[in-house]
């Protein structure tokens, strides 16, 4: 099955609002707030009350995920009173599917109304110091993909969104990022804090590429994220990022990492990802 029905690779109106449409068909709610949950990390979506449920392969264009972890469907409902979506697992420019794709779903999500995005994955340590289990915030990004020119943003601008040049001095929003802090406080959850660089994959990184990422200012990798917070900022979408730290830096080479041990750290991961997601909804 192919993961998306475009022949062109730049995405079009016509392509958004359709799929839009599709969901909209399903249920009513309007959507405040979109949550995109990373790999081992859907079982966050069991939170969500009175949902309805679309699988992704049934909304027009939508890309469908092929890696274990990916549940691929899409929840509208509420949490914490507020009406959200959300993602149970995403597509990866990995997977064969053009970058403009990948942001697909978040353009969606901004059709139908959503004012604020929380984007998380699981990511492997960078930063020495933490290990498996932990969680980060995401305070900035490093596109390394788009500096190599491979860009969600590519082809012709929609105007209808965003400009043709969107600023990213401030990817992360300060505020939620406060509300993150605070609620991490509450519920007595460590919060590490942290650059997240997105690579191509799907090899999993040398020690060398890890120690170049580090001189580099890096503290956790992964392979998404970047690109779909580069289309909300684009279309004027506030963003919060949380990493889930899947397994330590294999810095010197003396551990292997494979997908398994990021699906076994979800785990643990979910309970307290859960924990500060709900405090920075009371929050909002």
Known sequence: ????????????????????RAVRAQTPLKPRLGLILGSGLGGLAD?????????????????????????????????????????QGRAHYYEGVPMPWVG????????????????TNAAGAVNPEFVPGDLMLITDHINLLGMAGVS????????????????????????????????????????????????????????ADLRFLRSAGVDAVGM?????????RHGGTRVLGISGISNKANLDGETVTTHAEVLAAGEVIVPKLTALIRGVLRRL
């Open 104 to 119: 697909l779903p978040v353009r969606v999500l901004q059709a139908l109304g959503i004012e604020t995005l929380i984007v």
């Open 224 to 232: 998404s994220t970047v690109p779909e917070v580069i289309v909300a």
């Open 152 to 207: 969600p943003l590519r082809g012709p601008n929609l105007d209808r969104f965003g400009p043709r040049f969107p600023d990213m001095s401030q990817a992360y929003d300060r505020g939620l990022m406060q509300a993150a802090r605070a609620a991490a406080r509450a519920e007595g959850l460590l919060l590490r804090e942290g650059v997240y660089i997105c690579l191509a994959g799907p090899a999993f990184e040398s020690p």
């Open 47 to 87: 939170a969500v009350a009175d949902a309805a449920v679309l699988a992704y392969h049934d909304i027009p264009g939508w890309p469908v995920p092929t890696v274990e972890g990916h549940a691929g469907r899409l929840l509208l409902g509420t949490l914490e009173g507020l009406p959200v979506a959300v993602l």
């Open 1 to 20: 099955m192919s993961l998306h029905t475009g022949n062109e690779e730049a995405l079009s109106l016509e392509v958004i609002d359709r799929a839009a």
